[in-house]
């Protein structure tokens, strides 16, 4: 059976910090991409309601223009 030291847990623990670092990094990536995805998809809803309303007013326009004929 292989003897356990403290300087082989010493390196088994300075890996797990390190692998643990790197998680927390692609935590941070993921939180970020979430954040810029979530921010456009609100710029795409405000976005779709002005079109959506310049189309009303471009309908209410036209039926304006029909009304008159």
Do not use: Y
Not at 20 to 25: I, P, T, W
Not at 44 to 66: F, M, W
């Amino acid at each position: 059976m292989t003897e356990v030291t403290l300087d082989f847990l010493a390196r088994q623990f300075e890996r797990v910090l390190d692998r643990l670092g790197a998680v927390e990094d692609q935590i941070t990536v993921l939180t970020g991409i979430t954040m810029r995805l979530e921010g456009q998809m609100a710029g795409l809803t405000v976005e779709i309601r002005g079109l959506a309303s310049g189309l009303n007013r471009l309908e209410h326009r036209v039926r304006k223009l029909e009304d008159q004929t």
